[in-house]
């Protein structure tokens, strides 16, 4: 098998079921419209009206249909719910280390005030970990498309 035949197979592959996507759907929908009810509280402070901040669950819950539907028929959308679930869970990762890294120190007598923030630091670590790899490709993706667009066009024929 060659390397071409291997992106042929690669782009050959079969359309996900109905049922595949639609419990991608009603998954995402769910729990982004279970996250969107920890934003309402965050609205009603910053100076949302209330009725319109009760409305945000829903909007969550069509939200994560949509992206379940375009992640079930696009593969960019499918990385980029990949890379959506990567920097929370790669944050938890840090922080779990962080808590470990917190008794230890607290067991050597630094004061347990000054070993809860290395929880925190480690979760802000982790997301930063995470998230470099998506700053650096979309940088990337910009920088390409900009020197694209920036690179006059010269007739062929005119040399």
Request: proline share 6%; net charge positive.
């Amino acid at each position: 098998m060659t390397v071409g035949d291997l992106r042929y197979s690669r782009s050959m592959a079969a359309p996900p079921s109905r049922l595949n996507v639609a419990l991608r759907m009603l998954g995402l929908g769910i729990v982004l419209g279970w996250a969107s009810v920890f934003l309402i509280p965050l609205c009603v402070r910053v100076g949302v009206a209330e009725h319109t901040a009760n409305r945000l669950p829903f909007l969550g819950f069509f939200l994560g249909l949509a992206w379940g539907l375009a992640s079930a028929v696009s593969r960019t959308a499918k990385s980029l719910l990949s890379f959506a679930v990567l920097v929370p869970v790669c944050g938890g990762v840090f922080w779990f280390f962080g808590v470990l890294l917190g008794g230890l120190l607290v067991g050597f007598g630094v004061s347990p005030g000054a070993a809860d923030y290395v929880p925190v630091v480690g979760f802000c670590l982790g997301v930063a970990v995470a998230l470099l790899p998506g700053i650096v490709i979309g940088s990337e993706a910009l920088g390409s498309f900009f020197s694209r667009s920036a690179k006059p066009h010269r007739n062929r024929d005119a040399r």
